[in-house]
C-alpha cells in the first residue's frame, strides 16, 4: 500500500463524515469582474479586527493620516495594527457598532478620505536578503490577520517553529453565494502563487496543497497555469460537500489526518492558509501594501448589481450595498458572511473589516426567515449530517436542560457551528444557536471559575498578608518594649552613677572650711534664737525669718543637704531621745523605742538587699534605745550629753547600710560630721537655758533632710521638690513649736511627725515589695497610735504640763502652723503618691490616711485639753 | 470439626489483618466535603451569607445551615451545593435569583483618600493610598459591595460589568429576524 504522501502525490482525496449539499447560488457574482466604488464618505476602522489584543493607538483626533499609515502599533505578539486605507483626516475616535453577532459598540477611527490617495513611502522588501524574522515582522506590521473568518493573526501560524509536512491552502469557499476567493484566483492567480512561495519559504513544507471545490472551474484553471511548474505543488479539486472549507475537515479531505480534539493543525505538521491571507501576504511583502482593503462579494436579489468589490476596510455596509444598486425590501435582513455561517447585521453602518468576505442581501423568497421552532422528532437526520461526528440531538437536549457537564462531555467545545444539523433539521430547529448559548454559559462558567479561583487566592493572600503584618507590628512593639526597657535601665543606671558622683563630690567638697562655716553658720542660728527669744517671746515671725533664711542656705546648697540629712534623722533621733529623757522615763522609753522601730524597718526597705546588716542595726537600734531610755532615768545633764552622743551614733550606725552602703569611708565621714554637731548642738543645749529647744530646732532642718536622701536616691525629681517642701514645712513647724514652748509634749508631737514621717517613707523606697510596705504601714500606724497615747498621756498626767498656760501657748503657736501643717499633711501621702509600685498604691494610701488621720487626732489632742 | 474452625478462624484473622493493614496503607484522601462546598461557592467574600468568607460559608454549610444563602453564587451554586448535599432543590426558597453581575467603580473626582475602602476589599482589588485617589481593578473586583458602606463621601457605587464581544451570550430571542433601515 503507497504511503500517505504517495497517495496525495498520486492526487487522492478523501472524505469526511456528514456534510450536505446547500444549493451554491454562486453564480450571481463568480462571472463578474472585482469592481471597486467611489471612496465612501466616512470609513469606521475598527481598532481590532482580528483574534487578539489591539495595538496602541498611534493617531489622536485631527492627524492628518496617508494611505496605509498604521493608526495602532503591534506592541505584542498578538497583536496586529491597522492601516488607514486611504489618505484623509481622523475626524474621530469613538464607538460604533461592531461586525460581531452582538454589534456592540467598539472602539473604531472614523477617517474622512481627503480624495487623495496620497499613500505613505513604501519599501518593498527583497526576497532573496530577507531573513525569515523580517518576513514575519513585515506580515505582522501589514495587520494581515486570517481572511478565511476567524482572523488569526498570519504571522503566528506562518512563523510556527514546528516541522511543517503540509501547507494547505484554503480556496474551497463552501458557503453558498460566497465568490469573493474565486474571483481572487481568477485575477490574481499570480500574486497569489507569489503570496504561496513567500508562506513556503517561511515554513518548509514538504508539499503545498491548494483545496478548491470543483463548482470554481475558472479558478481552479487559473491556479493550474499559476502553479504550473512548482514541485510538490498540488491543486485539488474537491467535489462540492458543506463544509469543505472547516479547516479541519479539508485537512481530511486533503490528507486524511484528523486534528484531534483540543488541538491544533500545527501539532500535526499542517499549516493552513486562505487563499486571500496568501494573496494580502504577497501584497505586503512584496508591494508594502498592508491589508487596507479585501475582496467583498455583495450579493442578493435585493441588489440590482451583485458584485465582488474591492471594500477598503471601515467602508460601512450600506455604502457598499447601495455602490450595487440595493433596493431594500420591507423588514430587509442582512447578512455578514454566508447564509450558514454568517450573522445577521443590526444596523447597516457597521462596516466592512478583516474578516469580512460576504455581504448577502436576500429577499424573502431567496432566504426565507425560519420557521417556528418545533419539537424535536428524533430523526437523526442531524447526527448524520454532522461532519464532526458529534450528537446534535443529544447536545440539543443538554443544552436546553443546561448540563454543562454532559454537553463537555459530549464534546460540545469540538463544534464548528456549521450549520448542518440546523439546515438538515425537519423541525427547524435552530440547533447551532442553542449550542453558541451553550458555549457562550461554559465560557463564562469557566471564566467564573477562574475569576473565583482567582479572588480566593487573592482572599488567602490577603489573609496571610495581615497575619504577616500583625505579626510584624507584635514583634516590632516587644523590640521596642525592651529597648525602652533597655534606655530606662540605662537610664536608671545613669541616674544612680550621677547620685554617686554627687554625694562623692559633696564629701570631697566637705573641706575643713566648709565645716567650720556650718559651724559658724550654726552658732548664728543659735544666737538668733536665743536673740529673737530674749527681745520677744511672742514675736513669732521675726524669729521665723533667720530659720527661712537657714532653709533658703540650705535649698541654695544642695549638695550640702546630703550630708545634712544624715546628720538630721541623728538628731531628729537625739531629740527626741534627749525631749523624752527629760520627761516621764516611762515615755521616753516608748517614744525612744519608736525611732528604734522606725530605724529597724528603714534600712530593712532601703537596703532590703541586706537583712542580715538590717538585723544588726535593729539590735543596735535597741541597745541605742534602752541605753536612752536608762539616759532619761538617770536624769543628769552629763548623761544627756551621753544619750545626745548615742543618738547621732545610732543614726550613723543605721545609715551606712541605707543611704550610703556602698562607701563605708564617706559613711564614716559623715558620721564624724554628725558627732560633731551634735556635742555642738549638746554645748549650745547646755549653754541655753532649755536643751530641749535646741534639740528640736537642729530636728527642724533634721526632719527635712530626713526625706531627702531617700527622695534624692529615688530618681525623681519631682518627688525631690516635694519633699523639700514638706521638710520646709516640718522644719518650720518644729520651729513654732520649739520656739512657742519647750514642753515635752511637744517634743513628742514633734518626734512623733517625724517618726510617721518614715515609717511612711520607707515604704516608697521598698515599692517593690508589698509585704514590707504592709508591715511599715501597720508600725506606722501603730506608732501613730502610740505617739498619740504618749501625748494623750502627757497632756493628763504629765507634771510639767500641770500649769495650764504652756498648753495654750502651744496651741497658740501649733495654731499658726496649722496651714502650714497643711502642706505637711498633704505633702505625707506624697511619697505614698510616688510610689512607683501602683498595685500597692491602695494600701499606702490608706496607711497614708490613717496616718494623717491619726497626726491629726495628736495635733489636735494636746490643744482638747485646753 | 475442631480443625476446621481453626482453619477459618486462622484464615478470618490472616484477612482481617491484611485487610486492616491495607486500610492504614492505601487510605484515599478523599477531598474534604468543605473543600468540595469551598470550590462551588464563588469567592466574592462578600459575607452575604453572614458568615466572615467564603470558606467559612462552607464550613457551615458543611456543619449543616442551609445552602441558599449565597446571592452572588445564585441559582447555579444553589444546584451544585444540592447537588452535593443531597438536598432536594423542591424543598428549597429559590426565590433569590442571580443578580445582574456588577463591579464596584470609584468616582475618581470625588475620592479623598481615606483608604477605607481599601482595608474592606477582601480580595485587595482597590489601588490607592492615603491622600491619593484610587481605583478599583475592576477584573479582580467581585462585587461584594464592602466597600460601598465605609466609604465616606459614597464615592464608590455598583456598576454592571460591560458585556464585551468575547463574554457576549447569543440571545436566542434577538438572533431572529432585524428590520434595517437603509437610507
Not at chain 1, 177 to 204: N, P
Not at chain 1, 466 to 495: F, G, I, M, T, W
Amino acid at each position: 500500500m503507497p504511503s500517505l504522501f504517495q497517495q496525495i502525490q498520486a492526487g487522492r482525496i478523501w472524505d469526511f463524515h456528514g456534510g450536505i449539499h446547500p444549493p451554491s447560488r454562486k453564480t450571481q457574482t463568480s462571472q463578474k469582474p472585482i469592481d471597486s466604488y467611489s471612496l465612501p464618505a466616512r470609513l469606521y476602522i475598527p481598532q481590532r479586527q482580528h483574534i487578539g489584543v489591539a495595538g496602541r493607538v498611534l493617531v489622536k483626533v485631527g492627524d492628518h493620516v496617508l494611505k496605509g499609515q498604521a493608526l495602532t502599533a503591534a506592541d505584542n505578539a498578538m497583536a496586529v495594527p491597522v492601516h488607514a486605507p486611504t489618505s484623509g483626516t481622523i475626524v474621530d475616535i469613538c464607538l460604533h457598532p461592531s461586525a460581531h453577532p452582538s454589534a456592540l459598540p467598539e472602539p473604531v477611527f472614523v477617517l474622512e478620505p481627503d480624495g487623495l490617495e496620497q499613500w505613505r513611502p513604501r519599501h518593498a522588501l527583497d526576497m532573496l536578503h530577507a531573513d525569515k524574522a523580517q518576513i514575519l515582522q513585515r506580515i505582522q506590521q501589514a495587520g494581515i490577520a486570517g481572511m478565511g473568518g476567524a482572523g488569526f493573526p498570519s504571522h503566528i501560524k506562518a512563523g510556527a517553529a514546528a516541522a511543517v509536512d503540509y501547507l494547505i491552502i484554503n480556496a474551497v469557499e463552501c458557503e453558498p453565494y460566497i465568490t469573493a476567493d474565486d474571483v481572487l484566483m481568477q485575477h490574481h492567480s499570480d500574486t497569489i502563487v507569489q503570496g504561496i512561495e513567500i508562506l513556503s519559504q517561511l515554513l518548509q513544507p514538504k508539499a503545498v496543497l491548494i483545496g478548491i471545490e470543483d463548482d470554481k472551474p475558472a479558478a481552479i484553471k487559473a491556479m493550474q497555469q499559476a502553479v504550473a511548474g512548482k514541485n510538490h505543488w498540488f491543486v485539488r479539486a474537491l467535489p462540492v460537500k458543506y463544509p469543505s472549507g472547516g479547516e479541519k475537515q479539508l485537512i481530511q479531505r486533503l490528507t486524511n489526518k484528523e486534528v484531534p480534539s483540543g488541538r491544533r493543525p500545527i501539532d500535526i505538521g499542517i499549516v493552513v492558509q486562505n487563499v486571500g491571507t496568501a494573496f494580502a501576504i504577497a501584497q505586503a511583502v512584496l508591494e508594502d501594501i498592508p491589508l487596507i482593503s479585501r475582496v467583498v462579494t455583495v450579493v442578493g436579489q435585493s441588489l440590482s448589481r451583485p458584485q465582488n468589490m474591492y471594500a477598503l476596510l471601515g467602508t460601512p455596509v450600506h455604502e457598499l450595498l447601495s455602490a450595487c444598486g440595493f433596493e431594500p425590501q420591507p423588514s430587509q435582513r442582512l447578512i455578514m458572511g454566508g447564509p450558514m455561517m454568517g450573522f445577521t447585521l443590526p444596523d447597516a453602518r457597521i462596516p466592512v473589516v478583516k474578516t469580512t468576505n460576504c455581504i448577502i442581501a436576500p429577499t424573502h423568497e431567496e432566504l426565507p426567515v425560519a420557521g417556528p421552532e418545533l419539537d424535536c422528532i428524533r430523526c437523526g437526520a442531524c447526527t448524520e449530517a454532522c461532519p464532526v461526528n458529534l450528537l446534535p440531538q443529544q447536545l440539543l437536549w443538554y443544552s436546553k436542560a443546561k448540563d454543562h457537564t454532559q454537553l463537555q462531555a459530549h464534546n460540545l467545545q469540538d463544534c464548528i457551528e456549521c450549520g448542518a444539523c440546523a439546515y438538515v433539521c425537519p423541525s427547524e430547529i435552530p440547533l447551532v444557536h442553542y449550542y453558541r448559548v451553550a458555549k457562550a454559559d461554559i465560557r463564562e462558567t469557566q471564566r467564573e471559575a477562574l475569576k473565583a479561583e482567582q479572588a480566593k487566592a487573592r482572599f488567602e493572600a490577603r489573609k496571610e498578608r495581615l497575619e504577616r503584618e500583625k505579626q510584624e507590628r507584635a514583634e516590632r512593639n516587644k523590640q521596642l518594649a525592651a529597648q525602652r526597657q533597655q534606655q530606662l535601665a540605662d537610664q536608671q543606671k545613669q541616674q544612680i552613677a550621677e547620685a554617686q558622683a554627687r554625694t562623692q563630690a559633696a564629701t570631697t567638697e566637705l573641706t575643713h572650711a566648709e565645716i567650720v562655716a556650718e559651724r559658724e553658720r550654726k552658732k548664728a542660728e543659735a544666737r538668733a534664737y536665743q536673740a529673737a527669744k530674749l527681745a520677744a517671746e511672742q514675736d513669732i515671725i521675726q524669729s521665723a525669718e533667720p530659720t527661712l533664711s537657714a532653709d533658703d542656705r540650705a535649698e541654695q546648697d544642695p549638695r550640702k543637704a546630703a550630708i545634712a540629712a544624715a546628720l538630721a534623722r541623728a538628731k531628729a533621733k537625739k531629740a527626741q531621745a534627749s525631749g523624752e529623757a527629760e520627761s516621764t522615763s516611762v515615755e521616753a522609753a516608748t517614744v525612744a523605742a519608736a525611732p528604734a522601730l522606725g530605724n529597724t524597718v528603714e534600712p530593712q526597705s532601703s537596703s532590703s538587699d541586706d537583712a542580715k546588716k538590717a538585723a544588726v542595726a535593729a539590735a543596735i537600734a535597741r541597745a541605742k534605745a534602752k541605753k536612752a531610755q536608762a539616759s532619761g532615768e538617770a536624769e543628769s545633764t552629763s548623761v544627756e550629753a551621753a544619750t545626745v552622743a548615742a543618738a547621732p551614733a545610732l543614726g550613723n550606725t543605721v545609715e551606712p547600710h541605707s543611704s550610703s552602703s556602698d562607701d563605708a569611708k564617706k559613711a564614716a565621714v559623715a558620721a564624724a560630721i554628725a558627732r560633731a554637731k551634735a556635742k555642738k548642738a549638746q554645748a549650745s543645749g547646755e549653754a541655753e537655758s532649755t536643751s530641749v529647744e535646741a534639740a528640736t530646732v537642729t530636728a527642724a532642718p533634721a526632719l527635712g533632710n530626713t526625706v531627702e536622701p531617700q527622695s534624692s536616691s529615688s530618681d525623681d525629681a519631682k518627688k525631690a521638690a516635694v519633699a523639700a517642701a514638706i521638710a520646709r514645712a516640718k522644719a518650720k513647724k518644729a520651729q513654732a513649736s520649739g520656739e512657742a514652748e519647750s514642753t515635752s509634749v511637744e517634743a513628742a508631737t514633734v518626734a512623733a511627725a517625724p517618726a510617721l514621717g518614715n515609717t511612711v517613707e520607707p515604704q516608697s523606697c521598698s515599692s517593690d515589695d508589698a509585704k514590707k510596705a504592709a508591715v511599715a504601714a501597720a508600725i506606722a500606724r501603730a506608732k501613730a497610735k502610740k505617739a498619740q497615747s504618749a501625748s494623750n498621756s502627757e497632756a493628763a498626767t504629765d507634771p510639767t504640763q500641770a500649769d495650764s498656760e504652756p498648753p495654750l501657748a502651744d496651741s497658740d503657736a501649733v495654731l499658726p502652723p496649722v496651714p502650714q501643717d497643711e502642706p505637711q499633711v498633704v505633702a505625707q501621702p506624697e511619697p505614698v503618691a510616688a510610689n512607683p509600685s501602683a498595685e500597692d498604691a491602695k494600701k499606702a494610701a490608706i496607711a497614708a490616711a490613717i496616718a494623717r488621720a491619726k497626726a491629726k487626732k495628736a495635733a489636735q489632742n494636746p490643744q482638747e485639753p485646753s | 470439626m475442631i480443625t476446621a474452625l481453626w482453619a477459618l478462624g486462622a484464615l478470618a484473622l490472616v484477612f482481617g489483618a491484611i485487610l486492616g493493614y491495607a486500610a492504614i496503607r492505601f487510605k484515599v484522601e478523599a477531598d474534604p466535603l468543605v473543600d468540595q462546598i469551598d470550590d462551588i461557592l464563588p469567592q466574592t467574600q462578600c459575607g452575604q451569607c453572614g458568615y466572615p468568607g467564603c470558606r467559612p460559608y462552607a464550613e457551615a454549610i458543611a456543619g449543616g445551615d442551609i445552602i441558599t444563602k449565597c446571592p452572588p453564587g445564585g441559582e447555579a451554586t444553589i444546584k451544585k451545593l444540592a447537588d452535593l448535599m443531597g438536598v432536594s432543590l423542591d424543598s428549597l426558597d429559590q426565590t433569590q435569583n442571580k443578580q445582574e453581575k456588577r463591579v464596584a467603580y470609584i468616582r475618581e473626582e470625588d475620592c479623598i483618600g481615606c483608604t477605607k475602602c481599601i482595608q474592606a476589599c477582601p480580595v485587595d482589588a482597590i489601588v490607592g493610598a492615603s491622600k491619593q485617589m484610587h481605583t478599583i481593578l475592576s477584573n479582580e473586583c467581585t462585587g461584594c459591595d464592602l466597600c460601598v458602606e465605609p466609604c465616606p463621601v459614597n464615592c464608590i457605587e455598583m456598576r454592571p460589568v460591560q458585556t464585551t464581544a468575547e463574554r457576549w451570550k447569543w440571545d436566542l430571542q434577538s438572533i431572529p429576524v432585524h428590520v434595517v433601515e437603509v437610507k
